[in-house]
């Protein structure tokens, strides 16, 4: 089977959140099951530095984009230690430039993006039998394939990650497309007043799914289904959900260069290393309190908010908080004066830094996930992976992955959405790490979770299967 995996972030070439980490990790898995699979992103700025193979230009092609056409560079480097092939499409004047997506053309730059996965074939000679969607950005890839292909054309799944982001335009955005008005193709598109390359992928893809059980249900409620639950009812007999999973290689506390002290489930002395690497990372005294980490970008899914609420009785505790995020302004104020407030309390990085993130997975004791909802979700997992003890709230794969009741709990967990859930739910947390029997229990609870790739990409497989079928239908 022939496999085209299309995503706008593909780590580690180039990342903003969760979305890099699976389009850079499920391909691997995939290939282990014999799959020949290809993955294609833009070519961003800096990739070329993070590649491990040096980029070679294999061809170009000529796109339409509105009443022009843009011709493109198609270059090839590979990931996953030279397994899996990447192909990279080239236009400087799109996507050379900081920043992957929020710019003010992002509509022209993933129309040609999603234009140059249906154009992949005729460069490379490979022809898939599947083209796997990411995300709102390719969201129009399955529309170009169903509605303008003439002959057999290639199967498409499209997988939300994230259903708030949806990719919307004003409807004059039919010249960019290429879509006549009135045509299937706009129907698909078709969105109350907008155009809505989420909806287009939902609707013209063969096969669909979301990161978890739990969100593949909530996302056909009111409360979750950000205005497309409808939709997604609509096409609930091809809606499923498969959890992420997360490459073992790449999150190691046994053999990660960038801790400061390696360390695994029977000698945690490099664990202590890593806490006393991170105090003085953070500029936090060395004290033998817990840590509480947390890794997110700054928005509102985040669960920020009821943070704020409670942030001085949380800090009330004899505890250290230490965060490394980036995004809305106001979190990044809110967490500045926090900073200048509670200097021996707080450590905070305003910033992306993937190097930080993984000595703060290392050197926390316990780590916090509030969110409002959270489609899969990888800190977590992550987390567990280095021995730190998620504090999570139950939505979408949070509550699909960690429990606190039962012998294998492996974490705390708060269902309504309050800051008093939160607040009791580290209380809960923080009298576990005083007590050294249930702390050692958490642990190896911890580190005995397996949320490797093996059995998702087992269900993809399927799922690739179904949409063939599918397509024929
Ligand atoms: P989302 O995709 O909604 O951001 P996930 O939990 O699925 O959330 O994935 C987040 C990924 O991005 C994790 O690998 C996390 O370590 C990483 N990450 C998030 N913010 C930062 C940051 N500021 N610096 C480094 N890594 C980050």
Known sequence: MKVLLAAAEVAPLAKTGGLADV????????????????????????????????????????????????SIGVLQTSIAGGEV?????????????EGLFGHPDDLKRFTLFSRAVTAVPGVTGWEPDVVHCHDWHTGI??????????????????????????????????????????????????????????????????RINTVSERYAGEIQTREFGEGLEKVLQWRGDALEGILNGIDYDTWNPRTDTEIAATFGPDDLSGKAKCKQALQADMRMPARNVPV?????????????????????????????????????????SLFEKLAERLPDKTGIRLAYDATLARRIYAGSDLFLIPSRYEPCGLTQMISLAYGTIPIVR????????????????????????????????????????????????????????????????????????????????
Not at 317 to 323: G, R, Y
Not at 400 to 418: H, K, L, Q, W
């Open 23 to 70: 389009a850079g990790s499920l391909p691997k898995a995939l290939k282990e099951r014999g799959i020949d699979v290809r993955v294609v992103m833009p070519k961003y700025r800096g990739v070329a530095e993070r590649a491990e193979a040096p980029l070679k230009r294999i061809g170009t092609a000529t796109i339409p984009l509105g009443a022009q056409a843009a």
């Open 85 to 97: 092939p990447v192909y990279l499409i080239e236009r400087d004047e799109y996507y050379d430039r």
């Open 141 to 206: 890839v399955p529309v170009y394939l169903k509605r303008l292909v003439t002959g057999l054309r290639p199967a498409t799944v499209y997988t939300i990650h994230n259903l708030a982001y949806q990719g919307t335009f004003p409807k004059s955005a039919t010249d960019v497309l290429g879509v006549a008005r009135g045509s299937t193709a706009f129907h698909d598109l078709e969105m109350g007043e907008y155009l809505n390359f989420m909806k287009a992928g939902i609707v013209a893809a063969d």
């Open 292 to 332: 509480i980490g947390i890794v997110t970008r700054l928005a509102a899914q985040k669960g920020l908010d009821i943070v704020e609420a409670v942030i001085d009785e949380l800090l009330a505790a004899d505890l250290q908080l230490v965060l490394l995020g980036t995004g809305e302004p106001r979190y990044h």
């Open 394 to 473: 139950a939505t979408g794969g949070l509550a699909d992955t960690i429990s606190e009741r039962g012998p294998d709990g492996n974490g705390f967990v708060f269902f309504e959405y309050s800051p008093d859930a939160l607040l009791a739910a580290v209380d809960r947390a923080l009298a576990a790490y005083r007590d050294t029997q249930r702390w050692t229990a958490l642990l190896r609870n911890a580190f005995a979770c397996d949320f490797s790739w093996e059995q998702s990409a087992e269900r993809y497989e399927n799922m690739y299967r179904c949409a063939i079928a599918a397509r024929g239908a």
